[in-house]
Each structure stands twice: as C-alpha cells, then as structure tokens.
C-alpha cells in the first residue's frame, strides 16, 4: 500500500484530499444543523437572543448594505445608458434597472456584503469562544452551545437578509432615478412608467427567496467555522477568513442553482 501511495503524484493527492476534506465539512455541517434543528424544538431559545442577532445583523448592516446599493443603481443606470445608446430607448431604462436588482444584484450583492461582515463577526465571535473554552464551560453546566449560540444566528441571519434586501433594492432604484433624471436626461415620469410597466411579483419573490437562502448560508457558514476554530489567535483569523470565503463561494453557486430552477422551470413561459 505505502508503494502505491508513493506512486500517486502530489497534485492528485492534494485534490483527492481537498474532495475528502470537503465531504468532511458536509458531514459536519449537516451534523450541527441537525442538532440545532432537535435542541431549539426540544427548548426553543429565548426570544432575546433571536431580537438581538436580528438586530445586528439586520440594522448594524443597513449603513454599508446603503453605500453598495445606492453606487449599485447609479452604475446600473449608466451602463444601461452606454449600452441602450442608439439600440434601445432610454424609456426603458427603469424597467432594466429595476428588474436587474430586483432579480439579481439586490439578492446576491447584499449577500456578498452582508456575508463579508456578519460571517466574519460570527465566526470571531464563536472562535474566541471556542479557544478560550467557554463553549466547553457551557457543554459543562448542561447548556447546548448549538441551541443557545448557533441557532439564533442562523435564524436570524435566515429572516433578516430578505428584509435587508427589500431595502437595499429601494436604494439602488433611487440612485438608478437620481443618476437617471440628472445625468442621463430620462424623465422622472418616463422612469417611474418604466417601473411600473415591467414589474413582476414573480421576480420580486425570487429575488427574496434567494435572499432567505443566502442568509442560511451566511449564518450557518460563519456557526460552523467558528465551531471549528483551533490554534489560539491564529486559529480565529484563520476560521474568519473561511467563513467568509465560504459564505461568498455557496452564495454564488447557490444563486445559479436557484436561477437555473427559478427561470427554467418554475417561472419558465
């Protein structure tokens, strides 16, 4: 056997430990998530500790989630301009900014935004935790960390990104509107008919449904990492980085496996 092993080359048994190593992460998550799912119906946590996750994660990423989306709208509408010109009207300049955000760029740059900060806070968060051993005091007075840490962040995570992202679509239209009538030269009205002349409730719910699912991740993601955090100091940088990481790589895979079943299948005309 130790010939063999000797015979593999190195690249091919860096991937196939990567591939292992992977499945082990799925395991693992799919182990915690089941856990936290038995103990919060077993004793659901108190609402305190629900309210205060939502309210960090939700309002404490208003300010920064506000900056992305207000530049977002206000770049939408200038490319939308550049690449309308002399091809298609500029009356419809609002109906492609507000269905672009709508679908896509409000769901997943808020996600992106929103995972870079709140993945990291939670994976420093339960760390430290971790390697200053007060998860293991918890474990010790008969309290599950997963009940108690974990499950309040992803829930809370899970409910507030939606709502993140109705706000943060409101601003990109509105700077897409302000960019539009200033700049541009399109009517405040011929952008507002726009608006209304190409919205779909269809496009609304899919945009927020890949918000409820780019939350789970967020939260379950930086719950994880901070679990799994070893190594002191070093060892928190290191799990905060693959929060974060992690966050953004299953937020983009996820958006195209929802928008290849969202648009081909479900919403398919």
Known sequence: ?????????????????RV????????????????????????????????????????GSLGLVFVVSLFTGAVAAIQAAYQFSNVVPLKYIGSVILRSTVIELGPVL???????RVGASI??????????????????MGIS?????????????TFMLPIVTIFANAIAIIGGFVVAVTSIGVSPNTYISGLKDFFYMKDLFSGLLKAVVFGNIIGTMGCYFGFATEGGAEGVGIATTRAVVASCVLVLISDYLLASVLFRIIFAE
Not at 124 to 137: P, R
């Open 145 to 157: 960390p997963v009940r108690y840490l974990v499950f309040p962040r992803v829930l809370a995570a």
């Open 110 to 116: 808020t996600a992106l935004v929103v995972g870079g």
């Open 123 to 140: 994976a420093a968060e339960l760390g430290t935790m971790k390697v200053t051993e007060q998860i293991d005091a918890m474990r010790a």
């Open 1 to 17: 056997m130790s010939g063999v092993a000797a015979a593999i080359p190195n690249g091919v048994k860096l991937v196939v430990d």
């Open 20 to 59: 292992l190593e992977g499945f082990a992460h799925v395991g693992r998550i799919t182990i915690m998530y089941g856990d936290m799912i038995a103990s919060s119906i077993a004793k659901p946590p108190g609402m305190h500790l629900i309210v205060q996750q939502m309210y960090a994660i939700g309002v």
